[in-house]
């Protein structure tokens, strides 16, 4: 996920997306603990969103603060 795609969604949709996202990363890595993932990148991809996706969201929190 880009990073532009991420600062335009609604604060909102990006709690939403946070949540589902972490389930599937959860979901992922009880997969590969039962067995082994063929691209074992994607856990590193779906940790990178997450972040992305933490960072707007605090700075979306700071702007409100700072107001």
């Known amino acids: 996920m880009d990073i532009k795609e991420i600062r335009e969604m ?33 856990i590193r ?3 990178k969103d997450i972040t992305r996706m933490l960072t707007v969201l605090t700075e979306i929190e700071n702007k409100k603060q700072s107001k």
């Open 45 to 47: 991809k779906a940790k």
């Open 10 to 42: 609604s604060e909102k949709d990006l709690r939403e997306r946070i949540e589902t996202n972490r389930a599937a990363l959860n979901q992922m890595l009880l997969n590969h603990a039962v067995s082994p993932l063929e691209n074992t990148s994607q």
